[in-house]
């Protein structure tokens, strides 16, 4: 598996499992499918409301705690209140610290976020957390966490797909070492990325689907992702990106697709609470 080395020095495989909508009473069995399957890196929420289905496919795997890489994010409304939060969501997961711990959103009118920051500060160096990162975090966001704090988050998680890449975004986040996660890396299938022919003409100078020429875009743009699906053959699938390259005229063709804010597939930002 590639990995991506932080800002930490700590490093992160590149290819991971999410878990958003996943069903909290199919977690348990989708985590321990996508564990045998060979994913080892798991991108979970307090707020998807499954925490305990992935701990409870952690620790039914076996699989050495050292050999996984789990990351879980503190909500909006406990930004005032992250070591409790912390707590809540290892109890949760059945572990004593997460690799990653994230606040979920700025939520910027509450005026909470750099506070919160802070907060993750203290529960890195507590060990409670190996890493800490911020999602959905845009320039001005990092722009103050930057001149009120003196540590740089490790990543920005955002949403990222060929119709929404945030350029701006992703170069502030570069410049001062923070890597890039992708949410929403197939479009969440509510953004008809798949059937676009550009990808699926990609997808077939490889004999690979459509969703595997996008997870090789996203890999291949040195981004951190983790495609989320209810499916094993699918789960298969998207683990099947590590055999082919895309050109790089297929490269800028699917870079091409970039439709700003009307590629959008969640929230705006500024406007989370
Ligand atoms: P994705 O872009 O991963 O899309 C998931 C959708 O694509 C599902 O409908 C799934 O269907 C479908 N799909 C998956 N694989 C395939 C395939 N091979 N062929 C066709 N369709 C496929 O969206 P997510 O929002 O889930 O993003 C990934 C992860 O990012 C999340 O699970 C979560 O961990 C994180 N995230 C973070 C956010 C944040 O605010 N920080 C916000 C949103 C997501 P099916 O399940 O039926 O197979």
């Keep these: 598996m590639d ?19 996943v069903d909290p009473a199919e977690t348990e069995r989708i985590v321990s499918e996508a564990l045998e399957v060979g994913y080892r890196h798991i991108d979970t ?12 496919a952690i620790a039914a795997s076996g699989i050495p ?37 994230l606040i979920h959103w700025p939520a910027p009118v509450h005026d909470n976020y750099v506070t919160a920051w802070k ?46 890449q945030q350029p701006e975004t992703i170069a502030f986040a570069r410049k001062q070492g923070t890597a890039i996660e992708s949410w ?45 699906t209810n499916h094993r053959t699918r789960m298969v699938e998207n683990f099947d990106v590590f055999d082919f390259e895309l050109t790089d005229a297929e490269f800028a063709a699917i870079t091409a697709l970039e439709a700003g804010g009307e590629g959008r597939v969640g929230n705006n930002p500024d406007d989370s609470v």
């Design 119 to 164: 907060s993750l500060i203290e529960l890195r160096e507590a060990g409670l957390t190996t890493s800490i990162g911020v999602a959905n975090f845009l320039v001005s966001h990092l722009q103050r966490l930057a001149t009120e704090t003196d540590v740089v988050p490790a990543v920005d998680q955002i949403e990222l797909h060929p119709a929404h």
């Design 3 to 21: 990995t991506i080395t932080l800002n930490d020095g700590t490093t992160i495989p590149q290819l991971g499992f999410g878990v958003f909508k």
């Design 45 to 56: 929420a307090t707020i998807y409301g499954n925490e305990e289905g992935v701990g409870r």
């Design 184 to 228: 929403g890396p197939l479009g969440q299938g509510k953004y008809p990325l798949l059937e676009n022919p550009v990808i699926t003409a990609a997808a077939e100078a490889h004999g690979k689907s459509a969703a595997q020429a996008v997870i090789r875009w996203h890999l291949q743009n040195d981004v951190i992702v983790f495609p989320k």
């Design 65 to 101: 705690r050292d050999e996984l890489y789990i990351t879980t994010k503190l909500w909006n409304d406990r930004q005032s209140d992250a070591p409790t939060a912390l707590k809540e969501s290892l109890d949760r997961l059945g572990l004593d610290r997460v690799d990653l711990y």
